[in-house]
């Protein structure tokens, strides 16, 4: 079991950016993929962005072309750096990382986005 980390949350103006980092307590190098999602009370979490292993990253049609996640495996980091931001994207923001035989979320981080 991994223990996940997010930061980087906050309030932010519609057109604004901000970076979510997500630091494991243990190597990223053996997770079969790292993830991000989101969740607004009320509905279900929803898979923002995710990398696998081997660098191949997918987003969701809401975020595509503005949100980016990236990886630092010397850092054990996750980041997803997110631009255009807009209403929709208020949520929490929980990282996730799948070893190959289950996965695990940290607490997250909420992202509130004004107009």
């Known amino acids: 079991q991994v223990q996940l980390v997010e930061s980087g949350g906050g309030l932010v103006q519609a057109g604004g950016s901000l970076r979510l980092s997500c630091v494991a307590s243990?190597?990223?190098?053996?997770?079969?993929?790292m993830a991000w999602y989101r969740q607004v009370p009320g509905q279900q979490r929803e898979l923002v962005a995710s990398?696998?292993?081997?660098?191949?990253?997918y987003y969701s049609d809401s975020v595509k072309g503005r949100f980016t996640i990236s990886r630092d495996i010397d850092k054990n980091t996750v980041y997803l750096q997110m631009f255009s931001l807009n209403a929709e994207d208020t949520a929490v923001y929980y990282c996730?990382?799948?070893?190959?035989?289950?996965?695990?979320y940290g607490r997250g981080t909420q992202v509130t986005v004004y107009s």
């Open positions: 996730y990382a799948n070893n190959g035989y289950g996965g695990d």
């Open positions: 243990g190597s990223i190098f053996s997770m079969d993929h």
């Open positions: 990398i696998t292993s081997g660098g191949v990253t």
